[in-house]
């Protein structure tokens, strides 16, 4: 791995199935051991109840307010400065309750690959 910046381009921002919008700001095969993305959940959503394989998950909350389950205990209210640590395979979902877009930092060790998101919620 060499030193680098990496910036943020938010129109490459997209929408994850989980149903959120994604901004992938570092993650890479070059380097495998960690991953950061900006989620935007909007009001009112809540995404799917999902679980990663192999991969342990930590959400920094940096604006709005939302309720998180985990592992099929009780919601809990987050808020800005709030960090989420969801271990593999723990089931997870954030449904934002404010009325403003709940932004938060995924960031995932080892880095976040598609085949390790695993689907737990009822078909649509």
Excluded: W
Excluded at 31 to 38: F, G, K, L, M, N
Excluded at 87 to 99: A, D, K, L
């Amino acid at each position: 791995m060499n030193p680098r910046i990496r910036r943020a381009k938010p129109e490459d921002e997209y929408y994850f199935k989980e149903g959120c919008h994604i901004l992938e700001m570092s993650n890479a095969p070059d380097d495998p051991e960690v991953s950061i993305a900006r989620a935007r959940v909007a009001p009112g959503v809540t995404t799917r109840l999902h679980r990663l394989d192999g991969i342990t998950e930590r959400y920094v909350i940096l604006e709005g307010s939302g309720q998180v389950s985990l592992g099929g205990q009780a919601a809990q209210t987050v808020g800005p400065g709030d960090v989420v640590i969801i271990p593999p395979r723990c089931s997870q979902q954030i449904e934002n309750s404010g009325t403003t877009d709940l932004l938060f930092l995924a960031i995932c060790t080892p880095r976040f690959i598609p085949e390790a998101y695993e689907d737990m919620d009822e078909p649509v």
